[in-house]
């Protein structure tokens, strides 16, 4: 089976940087991506790692580590509407399919504070 | 906007009762998913669609739940004798191989889900 952890909650000033784990075990990974999905809305696509490493997108970064099953998302200088639940999700699929379906985490909910 | 729209976006219907949603993909995306959410919970994978070809089923997906995708493009969810746990967003996706390696999912708005 799959299992994706993120925390429930991170609190965080506007301008200041917050970093969001998440470990997963799972079984034919294939990619992990990165969501935000703002309370009401649908999931947008933020990043997607394959490879062990740091991703930047401008504001956004993200990092994969397959060996220890780990990645983050880092936000930094951050806005107020940065406030937003922000899903991590695992492709699963054989090797050679790269369209695999999504496990999402439960998703961890950033408040942005003034 | 993603380009995935779904229909209705709200539904409010008392148990029992059969409902069907409709997902329209992005135009020239082959792959179609749906998933289910719950408050304070990610997406869980219901089913997804290789054009018309329904390639996967969740088990969490009971004999009361039936997708289609007749001609490859647009989808509809049918769930059959409503429960009141079957309240939930209900998320279509679309994706292509198009777009390289990564090929993001586009996720359409949701159809809110209400059972009585």
């Not at chain 1, 935000?36 to 930047?56: K, M, R």
């Amino acid at each position: 089976g799959q299992n994706i952890d993120q925390p429930t909650e991170m609190t965080a000033t506007e301008g200041a940087i917050v970093q969001i784990n998440c470990t997963y075990q799972t079984s034919g990974f294939n990619g992990l991506f990165w969501y935000q999905q703002h309370a009401g809305e649908a999931p947008t696509f933020l990043s997607y790692n394959v490879l062990d490493g740091l991703e930047e997108k401008g504001r956004f970064s993200s990092f994969l580590s397959r060996s220890k099953g780990y990645s983050y998302l880092l936000l930094k200088e951050l806005q107020m509407k940065d406030s937003a639940s922000y899903l991590c999700a695992v492709r699963v699929g054989r090797t050679t399919d790269s369209w695999g379906k999504f496990q999402f985490g439960a998703g961890t909910q950033v408040v942005v504070t003034p | 906007d993603t380009g995935v729209s779904q229909d209705p976006r709200h539904k409010i219907t008392k148990r029992g009762q059969n409902v069907t949603f409709r997902c329209d993909p992005i135009s020239e995306h082959n792959r179609l998913y749906w998933y289910r959410q719950t408050l304070g919970q990610g997406p869980e994978f219901l089913t997804y669609f290789q054009n018309e070809a329904q390639l996967e089923k969740s088990r969490l997906l009971s004999d009361r739940f039936s997708a289609e995708r007749p001609k490859g493009s647009f989808s509809t969810l049918e769930i059959q004798r409503t429960e009141q746990g079957d309240s939930a967003m209900y998320l279509c996706a679309s994706s292509t191989r198009d777009r390289g390696p990564h090929n993001e999912q586009f996720f359409g708005p949701g159809t809110r889900l209400t059972v009585l």
